[in-house]
């Protein structure tokens, strides 16, 4: 006698959690795709700052093998001032320059592909906060709909009567 209203009683409360998790769990897909995002975006930011101290530690290598050709030269008696001393030294900065712009590019580069991910991350949780509002929404209406139809199969019936 009293089966069908149990069962519109439990499929009540089974639209109801229902209703209430799908938000639950884009909230928490939003949270976690935002924090992703603040991840990458300071992985990018990190790859920047050691691309640049790389390409600092470059120059001061430059600089100091410089130094020992412009040292070695001088002890040779050579006049590093001109001619051929004075190319090779600007050879050795230029090809040491080249180098550190290489490794300032390469960290770019990965600090580009982090800001890609952090852009990407952004729009997860974008979508997700959608995800959720649209999700509240449409369950309300499954929910009344599927409610209503228990009622109307009968369960309603016996709750009616007192």
């Known amino acids: 006698m009293c089966v069908p209203q149990t069962l519109a009683a439990l499929q009540t409360l089974s639209t109801a959690s229902q209703i209430l998790s799908t938000p639950r769990e884009s909230k928490y897909q939003q949270a976690l795709a935002h924090n992703n995002q603040i991840l990458a975006e300071r992985q ?27 040292n070695a030269l001088a002890s040779m008696g050579v006049d590093t001032s001109s001619g051929t001393a004075l190319d090779i ?42 995800r959720g509002q649209n999700a509240f929404g449409q ?5 009344g709909t599927t409610i209503l139809t228990g009622f109307g199969k009968g369960g309603g019936r016996g709750l009616l009567r007192y």
Request: net charge positive.
């Open 44 to 70: 990018a930011a990190e790859e920047r700052r050691i691309g640049q101290l790389e390409a600092n530690k470059r120059r001061v290598q430059t600089d100091i093998e410089k130094s020992r050709q412009r």
């Open 89 to 130: 030294l600007q050879d050795t900065a230029e090809a040491g320059e080249i180098e550190a712009r290489d490794v300032l590019r390469n960290a770019q580069m990965r600090a580009y592909n982090q800001d890609l991910r952090a852009n990407s991350f952004e729009s997860s949780a974008a979508y997700q906060k959608r």
């Open 139 to 143: 369950d309300l209406i499954n929910g």
